[in-house]
């Protein structure tokens, strides 16, 4: 398998390279250069496979014999010790994909521990070193930190816009030790993606360095976002309707991972982006004319993104194609008001606790059913209401446990760098280090 770049598709590089180097030269983003349609056969056969299961028959057709199968299938189910089930709010119409199962309580620790797993296994046997950057807006660092913690030869960095992330979003970042960094950047997400990647262009950064990234603009980030998809699918199959998927959206890694399994051959009837008020997206299927915007900030923060890096990864995954891409994605947004009334609307209807993400993914699903009445729905839940506990609280008035581990967790004195949103002091905070 090869990988190419978006900005450049006539360079081709191995897996290993796109994993560790994370970000082609010329600032374009990796895609493999084929796609494998996985057939009506497989689709058909996976009701009972674990998310485990499938990632490993993705996995091993997508990369075939560039890991040994059985390697292959020990490091994927090490990564997937967790499921992902989808629950009924009303059987066969309205359903909620629990992506929080994993241990730092969000979607992201599917990617974060298939890439750690991976990294791993090419780092024990290349004897290499990777120095890992990672911009967040919320869930990303958590998972990061928690699925890269104490992996030998990794040394993980995160940036993160101070006062922008829940305490215990931040506690996940800032407590952890060993071989995680945490810097508070004085300014935005999208402040702190750009440190980041002027860095993987940094001529001295990357002679000092083997950079590598854990974000969505890392391929291997994405693919196994990809399972859960079609493990999804799996468990609505037997409903007989059309599927549609509701993904709450931010740097639209998570709905471009879902694009990537439509390719490959998942039965998908529609894509649905739901945004908060940073709507690019949404806005650019409405008028068909993309523009990049400050991001705002709100209360689904991990949302905050005025400028979606994977945005050319979905168009790409649609021959850059605006017909083509309107006919398979809607687009709504909605206001941190909305947000707190359907959290307690559901709430009180279904007695089912969201968080604000969770909760603008679902109005995105009942919005397109409004219309479309006989679909099978399903809306990524993509984060545990404890990560939002006071939050939560406030608009529901009842008590959100948080699970012990992560409650231990806020007990640990925060460990942090603050930083202004300026790279020459980002680059010199990393050459101490070499």
């Not at 309580?105 to 990672?134: C, P, T, W």
């Not at 976002?225 to 468990?235: E, L």
């Not at 991990?302 to 809607?330: C, E, I, W, Y």
């Not at 603008?360 to 404890?386: E, F, N, W």
């Amino acid at each position: 398998m090869k990988f190419y770049s978006t900005n450049n598709p006539s360079i081709r590089v191995s897996m290993e390279e796109a994993l560790l180097r994370s970000l082609p030269a010329d600032r374009g983003l990796y895609m493999p250069e084929t796609v494998p349609f996985m057939g009506a056969d497989f689709f058909n056969s996976i009701a009972d496979g674990t998310l485990a299961d499938i990632g490993f028959q993705i996995s091993a057709t997508l990369f075939k014999d560039t890991i040994p199968t059985d390697k292959l299938e020990e490091l994927v189910h090490r990564a997937f010790p967790f499921d992902t089930p989808v629950v009924a709010l009303e059987e066969g119409k309205t359903h909620v994909l629990e992506l929080f199962h994993g241990p730092s309580l969000a979607f992201k620790d599917v990617g974060a521990r298939y890439m750690a797993a991976m990294m791993g296994y090419y780092l024990e046997q290349s004897n290499r070193e990777v120095h890992i950057l990672v911009a967040t807006s919320g869930d990303t660092g958590g998972a990061v930190a928690m699925g890269f913690l104490g992996v030998p030869g990794i040394k993980v960095t995160i940036l993160y816009p101070s006062g922008r992330v829940s305490d215990l979003q931040e506690k996940q970042l800032t407590t952890l030790g060993q071989n995680i960094t945490a810097i508070e950047v004085d300014g935005s997400f999208d402040d702190c993606q750009a440190l980041v990647k002027s860095a993987f262009t940094d001529g001295e950064l990357n002679q000092q360095f083997s950079l590598a990234s854990a974000n969505s603009i890392n391929i291997f980030r994405l693919i196994p976002q990809s399972f859960y998809y079609v493990r999804a699918y799996g468990q609505v199959k037997h409903f007989g309707k059309p599927v549609v998927f509701s993904t709450p959206s931010g740097n639209f890694g998570n709905l471009s991972a879902g694009t990537l399994a439509y390719k490959m051959g998942l039965p998908v009837h529609q894509f649905i982006a739901s945004t908060n008020l940073n709507h690019v997206v949404p806005t650019y299927l409405q008028t068909g004319s993309y523009a990049p915007k400050p991001s705002v900030e709100t209360i689904s923060n991990a949302m905050d993104v005025g400028s979606p890096s994977n945005f050319v990864r979905l168009t790409h995954l649609f021959n850059d194609d605006f017909d083509t891409l309107k006919q398979m994605l809607s687009g709504y947004y909605f206001t941190d008001e909305q947000t707190r009334q359907t959290m307690d609307d559901v709430y009180q209807q279904f007695n089912y606790v969201m968080c604000p993400h969770t909760a603008v993914g679902y109005m995105g699903l009942k919005s397109y059913q409004h219309i479309h009445t006989d679909v099978c729905g399903i809306s990524l839940a993509t984060a545990h209401p404890a990560k939002f506990k006071e939050l939560v609280e406030s608009v529901i008035h009842t008590p959100v446990d948080i699970p012990a581990a992560l409650e231990e967790l806020m007990n640990r004195p925060k460990q942090s760098i603050k930083m202004k949103a300026d790279f020459a002091e980002f680059k010199e905070l990393l050459l101490q280090t070499a």
